[in-house]
Nanobody, 117 residues
């Protein structure tokens, strides 16, 4: 059972990047999914969240209007489209699967996003 993120890399300020998170060993369709990010020395920060059906979506104020979270349950995947990337968006991005009370929580290993001016 694991989550594998990909799509990170180097992006210029104002550019775009699309992160992917694919689940292996379990199906995502009954799990809410979240993207978090973390920089060294700081706590992990919630960036975006999407319900299992995809009908409820929330964003951190810092990314609202620039990021889009989506999911494709047929591909067992969740995505984070990052547009107009800013210097402060540089971080390691993690996806999380959470199924609610009494159900397991899964984290990926993260994918690094670096921003250059």
């Amino acid at each position: 059972v694991r989550l594998v993120e990909s799509g990170g890399g180097l992006v210029q300020t104002g550019g775009s990047l699309r992160l992917s998170c694919v689940a292996y060993g379990f199906t995502l369709n009954t799990y809410a999914m979240s993207w978090y990010r973390q920089v060294p020395g700081k706590e992990r920060e919630l960036v975006a969240d999407i319900s299992s059906s995809g009908q409820r979506i929330d964003y951190a104020d810092s990314v609202r209007g620039r990021y889009t979270i989506s999911r494709d349950n047929t591909k067992n995947a969740v995505y984070l489209q990052m547009n107009n990337v800013q210097n402060e968006d540089a971080a390691r991005y993690f996806c999380k699967a959470h199924g609610g009370i009494g159900r397991p929580i899964y984290w990926g290993q993260g994918t690094q996003v670096s921003v250059v001016s």
